[in-house]
């Protein structure tokens, strides 16, 4: 059964004027869409086959198999973080975790883009619960909270073709938009209550 590529939530001009319609039109189009093509010409006529997403995943040492389908999981959730309208605060329960854990709203804004700034090279930034905790960590390349136990509650793509057409090396620009303007606090929310 081979892998496709999910709908993007919303249509490839809906997050403009803070991210293109043409960065969509590579980085969804393009970029995503050649870590599933490369991903199906991996696991065909192998035992990874009928395999699903998380057990390649699980089970796939370092290498281009899990690089491929690492990426494919971390675009397809990367996209559900965003939203064209959104930014602005968490509410509820969420609120509350977060201030607890971080001191306030705006505190866990500053210490995740901090950490997003700061993950040298290409990566991802993360907001995960471990355990009982929340916590913001980085993986580098195509890795993934899903490897070191934790659960992903919210990501932010800083590998530069998640940027660069728009904010050419000012990824601390991209990151205050992408917090400020079209955080999805919504998914962040359900993936917590999971
Ligand atoms: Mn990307």
């Known amino acids: 059964m081979a892998f496709e590529l999910p709908e993007l939530p919303y249509a490839r001009n809906a997050l403009a004027p803070h991210i293109s319609e043409r960065t969509l039109d590579f980085h969804y189009g393009k970029h995503h869409a050649a870590y599933v093509t490369n991903l199906n010409g991996l696991v065909a006529s192998t035992d990874n086959a009928e395999a699903s997403l998380d057990q390649i995943i699980a089970t796939a040492g370092p ?18 973080c965003m939203t064209p309208s959104g930014g602005g605060d968490p509410t509820g329960d969420l609120a ?4 607890a854990g971080f001191g306030s709203i705006d505190s866990f804004k500053e210490q ?13 930034t993360w907001l995960v619960r471990d355990g009982a905790d929340l916590a913001i ?13 934790q659960t992903p509650l919210l990501t932010i ?33 359900q993936n917590w209550l999971v």
């Open 157 to 189: 793509d800083v590998w530069e073709h998640a940027y660069y057409l728009d904010y050419q090396n000012a990824r601390p620009a991209y990151v205050d938009t992408f917090i400020e303007k079209l955080l999805n606090w919504e998914f962040v929310a």
């Open 96 to 99: 509350t975790a977060i201030e």
């Open 137 to 149: 960590t980085k993986t580098d390349d195509a890795d993934l909270p899903l490897t070191h136990g």
């Open 112 to 124: 995740f883009k901090a950490a997003a700034v700061g993950n040298f090279g290409s990566g991802w």
């Open 63 to 80: 290498g281009g198999l899990f690089n491929n389908a690492a990426q494919v999981w971390n675009h397809s959730f990367y996209w559900k």
